[in-house]
């Protein structure tokens, strides 16, 4: 901490003391407060007569430091697009927040359209609309519309084609509504919808139906988050609950810390989870001041969502450790989409860099079969693939588990690779990764009986 002491020369003798954190009130929700970017200082001013000595000699001033690493390619963005904004600018989530790219002159002032994203994009209405932080707009290709991360983001043509099975709440969460907003589908767990706001929507949104602009019966307020707290004091088979939305992270501090304290302060809730993509599209969210508020939740956890490598960025790299450094165990949940990151090298390099973020991969989910999704979504044999692809050729901590939500309100049922061969006596046959297959003695069991072993390509080892 420094002193600064500062002369000014008036009648009278007078101290006066200003407190400046790098930190500035939170949330938005109170006004927004200009950010400073300097470390913590008090600075003391002081009236005295001409010619009588200072108490202190002035400190020079601390150059100004953005609180997060910025990447050459987001540097060079900001530069270009956003060239008014300061680097404290920049560095502030809620500044990035109110400067979201949500009109067709904002996309067309950052991006070369195709045809076929103008057409999109002028036909949307209701909810899930365009949003992109300029962070994260910085990551996309200018000009190629088949860019991994601008494809998740901005519309296309196909996003308004219905195909069979599609439904704008497949999973049935509406269903399986206790109270609005809280879905109670299995037996010692909850999920917690406590807003509607994502700070960029994906539009392979599982809940692209109630998110952004939906109005309608879809909403959320204080006053719906205490009939849900309501119902989970009420059930005290409820051990887990998981925050998500929306995202819960758009929240201010203030908000999020009511919730959080609330669920914390009842006796059956083991443990809090929050599902979001914050970290990864609105890196510089994860403050000081939020991740004090969260260490004070333990145990707490949070599932990140990630799509691809290119999001493995300077930023992304300090969001993670601020969280992992306050002892937030982080899971990873990515969704398969097709031509995007439906390649085992993609998810290799993806899942390789989250470890070493100290994110473990948990979820690789089937695209949901959500309305207009059908460009997204690959064949289960592709999701297979990646996980045979996985497994053995790298570190199992690199391995995720494959699911797909079922529709209807089924829950997550893993789909997993076929390493069983069969059965032959009292021996199990397996198969490796290198596709050999070997026995395992398992007298008196019956695993594998239903099968009879098949010559195979590779070593049979007894």
């Known amino acids: 901490m420094a002193i600064v002491a500062r002369r000014h020369c008036g009648h009278g003798d007078k101290w006066q003391m200003k407190i400046l954190s790098p930190e500035s009130a939170e949330p938005p929700s109170r006004g927004d407060a200009a950010h400073t970017n300097i470390p913590f200082q008090i600075e003391i001013s002081l009236s005295t007569a001409p010619g009588m000595p200072l108490p202190l000699e002035p400190l020079p001033r601390v150059a100004h430091a953005p609180r997060f690493p910025i990447g050459a390619q987001t540097r060079a963005f900001a530069r270009k697009y956003f060239a008014d904004a300061t680097p404290v600018e920049w560095d502030d989530w809620r500044w990035q927040f109110r400067k979201r790219i949500r009109t067709m002159a904002e996309l067309e002032r950052l991006f070369v359209l195709s045809d076929d994203e103008r057409e999109a994009i002028l036909r949307h209405k209701g909810s899930l609309?365009?949003?992109?932080?300029?962070?994260?707009?910085?990551?996309?290709?200018?000009?190629?519309?088949?860019?991994?991360?601008?494809?998740?983001?901005?519309?296309?043509?196909?996003?308004?084609?219905?195909?069979?099975?599609?439904?704008?709440?497949?999973?049935?969460?509406?269903?399986?509504?206790?109270?609005?907003?809280?879905?109670?589908?299995?037996?010692?767990?909850?999920?917690?919808?406590?807003?509607?706001?994502?700070?960029?929507?994906?539009?392979?949104?599982?809940?692209?139906?109630?998110?952004?602009?939906?109005?309608?019966?879809?909403?959320?307020?204080?006053?719906?988050?205490?009939?849900?707290?309501?119902?989970?004091?009420?059930?005290?088979?409820?051990?887990?609950?998981?925050?998500?939305?929306?995202?819960?992270?758009?929240?201010?501090?203030?908000?999020?810390?009511?919730?959080?304290t609330r669920l914390r302060a009842i006796k059956h809730v083991e443990f809090l989870r929050i599902g979001t993509k914050v970290p990864v599209v609105l890196p510089m969210r994860i403050t000081k001041n939020l991740t004090r508020i969260l260490k004070k939740m333990h145990p707490l956890w949070m599932s990140i969502h990630f799509t691809h490598?290119?999001?493995?960025?300077?930023?992304?790299?300090?969001?993670?450790?601020?969280?992992?450094?306050?002892?937030?165990?982080?899971?990873?949940?990515?969704?398969?989409?097709?031509?995007?990151?439906?390649?085992?090298?993609?998810?290799?390099?993806?899942?390789?860099?989250?470890?070493?973020?100290?994110?473990?991969?948990?979820?690789?989910?089937?695209?949901?079969?959500?309305?207009?999704?059908?460009?997204?979504?690959?064949?289960?044999?592709?999701?297979?693939?990646?996980?045979?692809?996985?497994?053995?050729?790298?570190?199992?901590?690199?391995?995720?588990?494959?699911?797909i939500d079922a529709p209807g309100g089924g829950g997550k049922i893993p789909v997993v690779p076929d390493y069983l061969v069969g059965r032959d006596g009292e021996d199990v046959v397996l198969r490796n990764f290198e596709g050999n297959t070997y026995r395992y003695k398992d007298p008196g069991g019956t695993v594998g009986a239903d099968r009879q072993p098949k010559a195979r390509k590779g070593k049979a080892t007894v």
């Open 309 to 403: 490598p290119t999001e493995l960025t300077k930023e992304v790299t300090e969001s993670t450790a601020r969280l992992a450094d306050a002892g937030i165990p982080l899971g990873s949940q990515t969704v398969l989409l097709k031509g995007i990151n439906d390649e085992v090298e993609t998810m290799k390099s993806l899942y390789h860099g989250l470890l070493m973020r100290r994110v473990k991969p948990y979820y690789l989910y089937q695209c949901d079969p959500i309305t207009g999704s059908s460009h997204f979504r690959t064949p289960v044999e592709k999701g297979l693939e990646i996980i045979e692809g996985l497994r053995g050729h790298t570190t199992g901590y690199a391995v995720p588990h494959y699911v």
């Open 129 to 260: 609309p365009v949003g992109i932080t300029p962070y994260y707009a910085s990551l996309m290709s200018r000009h190629d519309p088949d860019d991994p991360l601008r494809r998740t983001h901005i519309p296309v043509g196909t996003e308004y084609l219905k195909t069979p099975g599609e439904a704008d709440d497949p999973l049935g969460e509406d269903h399986d509504a206790a109270v609005p907003g809280l879905v109670h589908r299995y037996p010692d767990r909850v999920l917690f919808l406590v807003t509607g706001t994502c700070s960029t929507y994906c539009r392979y949104c599982t809940r692209s139906r109630m998110v952004g602009n939906a109005g309608g019966e879809y909403t959320f307020s204080k006053s719906q988050w205490e009939k849900a707290l309501a119902y989970i004091e009420a059930h005290t088979e409820i051990r887990d609950v998981l925050l998500s939305g929306g995202d819960p992270l758009t929240l201010a501090d203030e908000p999020l810390e009511y919730l959080l």
